[in-house]
């Protein structure tokens, strides 16, 4: 059974930072694409970030040069370093794996993923 489960999210203020997690279980992902989507109420879900098996990552404008995504493959675990929050960041931060090992082109489409976690909230106060 693979689960993902993320955490970390919360309150903060606009300018803060905020470092939300996602453990997997139930198979290893290290030679997978993992990536985090966000979605707002009302609002359709969207990429955030994506790190490849080899560890190169790509970012949605939005968050370029705010947001870092990382992994620990001996945890079985990605991250997403958010700093520098604004109130539009708030949302419901979704981590996704894709399921082709060793696949060599970014992968930003959410049909492209096939494991979910079912998300943390993160809210931005101004």
């Known amino acids: 059974q693979v689960q993902l489960v993320e955490s970390g999210g919360g309150l903060v203020q606009a300018g803060d930072s905020l470092r939300i997690s996602c453990a997997a279980s139930?198979?290893?992902?290290?030679?997978?694409?993992m990536g985090w989507f966000r979605q707002a109420p009302g609002k359709e879900r969207e990429f955030v970030a994506t790190?490849?098996?080899?560890?190169?990552?790509y970012y949605a404008d939005s968050v370029k040069g705010r947001f870092t995504i990382s992994r620990d493959n001996a945890k079985n675990t990605v991250y997403l370093q958010m700093n520098s929050l604004k109130p539009e960041d708030t949302a419901v931060y979704y981590c996704?794996?894709?399921?082709?090992?060793?696949?060599?082109?970014?992968?930003?489409?959410?049909?492209?993923?096939?494991?979910w976690g079912q998300g943390t909230q993160v809210t931005v106060s101004s």
């Open positions: 139930g198979r290893t992902f290290s030679s997978n694409a």
């Open positions: 790190i490849s098996s080899g560890g190169t990552t």
């Open positions: 996704a794996a894709d399921r082709r090992p060793n696949y060599h082109y970014f992968v930003i489409r959410e049909d492209e993923y096939v494991y």
